[in-house]
């Protein structure tokens, strides 16, 4: 569709008519030449003598152009877009963080795949989120990973594929054989001071005790609060698990209620999927549909055509003058 930037400037089109109505014409002296054979002249020329001014005759072919090229300089002036079709195009309105802890207890084999085999808890974990993050269309999603000390491993990103490739590659004790999930749940804070989105949320799943956080998960999980972030904790395995790798369901129900999130407990695969099922059901999906017409100029186009018309215009002038004086040089020639 052709539209026009500034369509407003079409009220300059009688602005040469008014130009004529109400500015002097243009005048031109030229030195009188005597010449004895002046009366052929006259015959020659077809032109009559008289006093005073001669007023030059403007052709109808010439008027046209002038107007023509006027219209196409006013053309040009507007601004000629043409509008392309409209692209559809979502825009997340949830920034979505998960926190993977790669601590040494995730090796224990306790966890069974969805063909029946035994497999350590991140195999497990790692099958269930493949599945949860590719129903996650339309959110920006980010990866930490955490052990001794946080890793960023995903910033916040559209690209879940990547998310989803990247925690294929992650092993157990990569970031550390111990757990801080407080400075983990930190560096999670961090990422989200660039969001922009009002939507924010922290999935942190760990299967251990805090032994290695500079900061309490508490105390992390209170500054989180005040930044409109809510965390859901996923705790899995063995709770009657004892010594440094037992479960400390107390500190993530804290972190949780603290943030307005949820506490589950994964005991196996299955317990597994339908905590993700859950929280894919109360964390849904958030887009805004944006939709915009690009726009492409094209005033090159009458711009084009007024210098062609002009250039033909002037080509024709040049040719009729040089007929005009061959058609004088010979009946000057055969004149008696």
């Given at each position: 569709m052709l539209a026009f930037a500034h369509p407003w400037l079409a009220l300059l089109a009688p602005l040469p008519l008014l130009a004529w109505w109400l500015l002097p014409a243009h005048t031109a002296s030229r030195a009188g030449l005597r010449v004895p054979f002046f009366a052929r002249l006259v015959v020659l020329t077809g032109q009559q003598p008289r006093q005073g001014g001669v007023?030059?005759?403007?052709?109808?072919?010439?008027?046209?152009?002038?107007?023509l090229c006027w219209g196409l300089v006013l053309a040009v002036l507007m601004r000629p877009?043409?509008?392309?079709?409209?692209?559809?195009?979502?825009?997340?309105?949830?920034?979505?963080?998960?926190?993977?802890?790669?601590?040494?207890?995730?090796?224990?084999?306790?966890?069974?795949?969805?063909?029946?085999?035994?497999?350590?808890r991140l195999t497990a974990v790692k099958a269930v989120l493949d599945d949860f993050l590719s129903r996650r269309r339309g959110d920006r999603v980010?990866?930490?990973?955490?052990?001794?000390?946080?890793?960023?491993?995903?910033?916040?990103?559209?690209?879940?594929?990547?998310?989803?490739?990247?925690?294929?590659?992650?092993?157990?004790?990569?970031a550390?054989?111990?757990?801080?999930?407080?400075?983990?749940?930190?560096?999670?804070?961090?990422?989200?001071?660039?969001?922009?989105?009002k939507a924010r949320t922290i999935i942190a799943l760990t299967d251990g005790n805090d032994t290695a956080s500079r900061v309490p998960p508490a105390e992390a999980a209170g500054v989180a609060k005040d930044r409109g972030i809510v965390i859901h904790t996923v705790a899995i395995g063995d709770p009657t698990t004892v010594g440094e790798d037992?479960?400390?369901?107390?500190?993530?129900?804290?972190?949780?209620?603290?943030?307005?999130?949820?506490?589950?407990?994964?005991?196996?695969?299955?317990?597994?999927?339908?905590?993700?099922?859950?929280?894919?059901?109360?964390?849904?999906?958030r887009i805004d549909t944006v939709t915009v017409r690009p726009k492409r100029d094209v005033y090159w186009v009458p711009l084009?055509?007024?210098?062609?018309?002009?250039?033909?215009?002037?080509?024709v002038r040049l040719l009729a003058h040089g007929y005009g004086r061959a058609l004088v040089a010979r009946r000057a020639g055969t004149a008696p």
């Open positions: 007023v030059a005759p403007r052709s109808l072919p010439r008027l046209a152009t002038l107007v877009q043409w509008i392309e079709p409209p692209l559809h195009r979502d825009e997340p309105t949830r920034d979505l963080l998960l926190l993977v802890d790669l601590s040494g207890s995730m090796d224990a084999r306790d966890f069974v795949d969805a063909e029946g085999r035994t497999v350590d980010g990866v930490v990973v955490f052990g001794d000390a946080p890793f960023a491993l995903v910033p916040f990103t559209t690209d879940l594929d990547l998310c989803r490739g990247m925690l294929r590659d992650t092993v157990v004790g990569m550390g054989p111990r757990t801080a999930l407080g400075d983990a749940i930190g560096l999670g804070i961090g990422l989200f001071k660039r969001s922009e989105v037992k479960l400390d369901e107390t500190a993530l129900r804290d972190v949780a209620s603290t943030t307005g999130g949820g506490f589950f407990r994964a005991l196996d695969r299955a317990g597994l999927v339908q905590i993700y099922d859950r929280l894919d059901g109360i964390e849904t999906r084009a055509a007024a210098l062609l018309v002009s250039l033909l215009a002037q080509a």
